[in-house]
């Protein structure tokens, strides 16, 4: 056997089955151990869970008291399920079954599918989206691709809460789902894509959960040989089951209580597919008797990022929370996290790129950095901050910005109208160019206010608004500048981003990144509106992206950055602050006052603005509240209005009006939409203000200095009880 068998890479199978738990920790050792009845494990990020439940099997393997091949350990993904078994073979328990819920349930579909039903199991088709069109069109009614998408997330989401078509609506009202179009809608298109499938004799991968949990509940036959072969059940990421996956695991044990979970209800992050933490923090109940285990020390990450973790979920409420675990981190002390603000979104991305290039010039791997942002129209701005500053990277979970179906539409719009648009009416009164991208884009589906809801109708808009964005920036920065020049400017932009990169830094969604480490973590854009993002409004959703948030964090091993921006592009107003979920977290506004750029400990980094300039931090920030009833406001338009959407108002019905007719007048002279003029929110304001004098009206949100020395004048005229039709300069 030569040297290279005994290295990591072929580590020798331990000898013996006491041999198997060398090296475990005390509660570690308590899991491999405890091989009878049912059994809990609450695994923390970092704490080795995995390595817990692999050396448990091997173990029971090992010594005799569990058989390789009654052994089911079920996991979510296939990359998860490969990792077990490859661990299991290294500890010499090979002939183990790792597999997800939908593997192990189609290997018994199609086992008994002869003799249950009788004939071949039905083909299984490998994505729903043409069957979805296929209804809507039976339906007669029209949806674009985002549309699709996101009805077939709603049927999925109904067969894994195990909601036939009639129950839809009242489902959906029940958990306070907010569905992408019409709930009545949805579920005659839900029930005519079943009838579509029973037509073509086909079954979808829910119906693959479905129907082996119809066989075993009406062929007690059948449960009972399956019930025969696997006697005892591993689950991993137990927090993540559905209530379909329950029912399954529960018909796979019968009367029997051997079963482990494993999971952390503070790692919940995917309730919009129907995972429910439930079932992980009712397992005492439903199990009096379980062994329950914690695993709390952290071998992932530092001191200092298990210290902020740990206060992230300190400040949580919920069910969850009140399970929440508190991390002890195993590893040398490390670098405190650092906290950035930027005056903008791009100055944000620059200094993320910077900063890397100079981590990779140190020695630091590529491969071992990573930016994390909370939704995939976030990546464009640092895939070409990191292509501008010369470094490789990786896309993961998302195709890249330039790829995306709705760009390359729009794209291909923009050039057709760069070529024809002398002859396009559309861009009849678009007299520059941000006005001319927004009127060809907006017969893409942008429009000046962002969809409700989130899915992938959401994303869309966000690409799109992303355009709009670059070209106004792209504007300012060059003076005359054409539809074609910003064609070309896309074009090189996407040229340099499809770049081949093989060892990269990872560019990903927090959602996309459960499960994976590296060295170093970037989380951008962790300010208010984004995290939580903007179209969370209940408690329980905005508890669950505190965890999206703590996820993120937990997946530094060393060293981790914090950063918002201010205002999303250059010159923008910067009435953006960060995280609430930071709050009495990252270093208070008074102790980091005097703090230099890279002071001490913990201490906020200044990022510096697109102008060159060291941002200045406000010595303190007043949360907005609603003056009515008080509540802390931090939707953008109720932070204009300053107050609740509910609560009453006391708005001048005439003043606003009369200001509406003013802005239509306004807006026709510059040939830009309504709202750049002012929106429909800030004249809400103004009306409900009745500001006398410059004072007064400066401090409405909404109404920043460009736009008060334009129209300044105008409106305090018409509070006034003035006429003013006109007035103000032409830009």
């Not at 839900?190 to 991968?205: G, M, N, P, S, W």
């Not at 079932?279 to 062994?291: E, S």
């Not at 910067?574 to 990252?586: A, Q, V, Y």
């Not at 002071?599 to 920030?621: A, C």
Request: charged share 25%; hydrophobic share 40%.
């Amino acid at each position: 056997m030569t040297a290279a068998t005994h290295s990591t890479l072929f580590p020798q199978a331990p000898d013996t089955a006491d041999a198997v738990l060398d090296g475990l920790d005390p509660e570690q050792r308590e899991v491999a151990t405890a091989l009878h009845g049912p059994v809990c494990v609450l695994a923390g990020a970092g704490t080795g869970k995995t390595r817990a439940i692999t050396h448990r099997i091997a173990y029971g393997v090992r010594a005799g008291i569990l058989q390789p091949s009654s052994v089911l350990a079920v996991t979510f993904t296939n990359r998860a399920a490969g990792e077990m078994r490859g661990r299991l073979r290294q500890l010499g328990a090979g002939g183990v079954q790792a597999r997800t819920f939908h593997s192990a349930a189609l290997r018994q579909l199609q086992y008994f599918w002869p003799k249950a039903v009788g004939g071949g199991l039905p083909r299984l088709i490998d994505r729903k989206i043409q069957l979805v069109a296929d209804a809507a069109a039976a339906c007669r009614i029209r949806l674009d691709r985002g549309e699709l998408r996101d009805v077939t997330a709603e049927i999925e989401w109904s067969k894994v809460t195990q909601a036939v078509p009639a129950d839809y609506a009242a489902a959906a009202a029940k958990t306070g789902r907010q569905s992408p179009r019409d709930p009545a809608e949805i579920a005659q298109l839900y029930a005519t894509y079943e009838d579509l499938k029973r037509d073509r004799a086909v079954i979808d991968f829910e119906d693959v959960l479905l129907l082996t949990v119809g066989i075993l509940q009406d062929r007690h036959d059948i449960a009972e040989q399956v019930r025969s072969q696997y006697q005892h059940f591993v689950v991993d990421e137990y927090q993540d089951v559905s209530p379909l996956q329950q029912r399954l695991l529960e018909l796979w044990l019968g009367e029997r209580d051997s079963l482990c979970v494993v999971g952390d209800a503070s790692q919940t992050i995917y309730s919009f597919t129907g995972a429910t933490p439930d079932h992980l923090l009712d397992f005492r109940t439903r199990h009096p008797g379980a062994t329950v285990v914690k695993l709390v020390r952290d071998y992932r990450s530092s001191p200092q990022v298990v210290h902020l973790a740990n206060g992230l979920l300190s400040q949580a409420r919920g069910r969850a929370a009140d399970h929440r675990l508190e991390l002890i981190s195993q590893r040398a002390p490390g670098p405190e996290p650092v906290y950035a603000e930027y005056t903008d979104e791009p100055a944000e991305a620059e200094g993320a790129a910077r900063r890397i290039r100079d981590l990779i010039a140190s020695g630091i791997p590529a491969g071992e950095i990573a930016i994390l942002f909370r939704t995939n129209s976030q990546s464009e701005i640092y895939e070409q901050a990191l292509a501008d500053a010369g470094v490789p990277y990786q896309l993961r979970g998302a195709e890249r910005f330039f790829d995306r179906p709705e760009v390359r539409k729009a794209g291909a719009a923009l050039r057709a109208a760069a070529r024809f648009g002398a002859n396009d009416s559309l861009l009849d009164d678009a007299v520059d160019l941000p006005s001319q991208v927004r009127a060809v884009l907006s017969g893409e589906g942008w429009t000046s206010q962002p969809p409700a809801g989130s899915g992938a109708v959401r994303e869309r808009w966000e690409s799109l608004a992303a355009l709009v964005h670059l070209a106004r920036d792209f504007a300012a920065a060059k003076q005359g500048a054409t539809l074609g020049d910003l064609v070309a400017e896309l074009d090189e932009r996407a040229s340099a981003q499809h770049a081949p990169t093989v060892q990269g830094v990872t560019l990903a969604s927090l959602h996309s990144a459960k499960g994976l480490e590296w060295d170093v973590v970037f989380l951008v854009g962790v300010a208010e509106g984004m995290m939580p993002i903007t179209y969370a409004k209940t408690d329980e959703q905005i508890e669950e992206e505190r965890r999206l948030l703590y996820v993120g964090v937990t997946r530094a091993r060393e060293h981790l950055l914090v950063s918002w921006a201010l205002s999303r592009s250059p010159g923008g107003r910067p009435n953006r602050r960060p995280s609430r979920f930071l709050d009495g977290l990252r270093p208070g506004s008074v102790a980091t006052a005097a703090r230099s750029a890279g002071g001490g400990p913990g201490g906020i980094e200044r990022g510096i603005g697109s102008s060159g300039g060291t941002v200045v931090r406000r010595t303190s920030r007043t949360p907005a509240r609603c003056r009515v009833c008080g509540r802390t406001l931090t939707d953008a338009g109720e932070m204009k209005l300053m107050r609740c959407e509910d609560c009453p108002s006391d708005m001048d019905e005439g003043l606003y009006e009369r200001l509406r007719e003013w802005r239509a007048v306004q807006a026709q002279r510059s040939g830009q939409p309504a709202f750049c003029v002012f929106t429909d929110k800030t004249l809400m304001a103004i009306a409900e203000a009745a500001p006398d004098d410059e004072g007064e009206l400066a401090r409405i949100p909404g109404v920043g200095v460009r736009k008060f020395n334009r129209f300044g004048a105008d409106v305090l005229a018409i509070c006034a009880g003035q006429e003013r039709a006109g007035g103000g300069e032409d830009d």
